[in-house]
């Protein structure tokens, strides 16, 4: 059975930063593409970017390049983020979720999601 | 890239069919047929119901679903049950490695 767990959430100053972990289980990890998405309080799925299979190729959606870096361990089955220079607007629910063996697949399995909030 | 446009709302009576649209442009939904559609109950992990537009995982019911037409996709869900009603979010690969969600339609089972 896939399983994705996120861990690392939590309350966080304007400007700091945080690194979210996701562990993965249940499938052979470094054969796949792994994402980033989130959700901000009320508002609908945002794509935050994506990790090649060996590491070689990271995307990001416009709004976090430059402050976010996907990283990935597939040898502990982990995938990460890094946050820096957080704002009120990167307060959401990320979720680690299971891209393709190919780029332009989407996500089919998620985790359940940990809450990030900036909040001074 | 901008999100795809859906319908804010769906409603439907047990056992009808309803249909929810996500509208692209040419540059992702019309270009490509890496079109997905999820179910998300809050607080629970989205779950894929289908993918490559029209291709649906094993385990989701035949009563799901999916097209293209242009640069609309659809979401049929035929024979509603009341455990449907939930958020519906589509998704499209939009070039340049990228990935756009739609703003996600709140599904109602009267």
């Known amino acids: 059975e896939v399983q994705l767990v996120e861990s690392g959430g939590g309350l966080v100053q304007p400007g700091g930063s945080l690194r979210l972990s996701c562990a993965a289980s249940?499938?052979?990890?470094?054969?796949?593409?792994m994402n980033w998405v989130r959700q901000a309080p009320g508002k609908g799925l945002e794509w935050v970017g994506k990790?090649?299979?060996?590491?070689?190729?990271?995307y990001y959606v416009e709004s976090v390049k430059g402050r976010f870096t996907i990283s990935r361990d597939n040898a502990k089955n982990s995938l990460y983020v890094q946050m820096n220079s957080l704002s009120a607007e990167d307060t959401a629910v990320y979720y680690c979720?299971?891209?393709?063996?190919?780029?332009?697949?989407?996500?089919?399995?998620w985790g359940q999601g940990t809450l990030v909030t900036v909040s001074s | 890239q901008s999100a795809l446009t859906q319908p804010p709302s769906a409603s439907g009576s047990p056992g009808q069919s309803v249909t929810i649209s996500c509208t692209g442009t040419s540059s992702d939904v019309g270009a490509y047929t890496y079109v997905s559609w999820y179910q998300y109950h809050p607080g629970k992990a989205p779950k894929l119901m289908i993918y490559e537009v029209s291709e649906r995982p094993s385990g989701v019911p035949d009563r799901f679903s999916g097209s293209k037409s242009g640069n609309t996709a659809s979401l049929t869900v035929s024979g509603l049950q009341a455990e449907d009603e939930a958020d519906y979010y589509c998704s499209s690969y939009a070039g340049g490695n990228t990935l756009v969600f739609g703003g996600g339609t709140k599904l109602t089972v009267l």
């Open positions: 990790i090649k299979q060996d590491g070689s190729e990271k």
């Open positions: 249940g499938f052979t990890f470094s054969s796949y593409w």
């Open positions: 979720a299971r891209g393709g063996v190919t780029r332009y697949k989407g996500p089919d399995y």
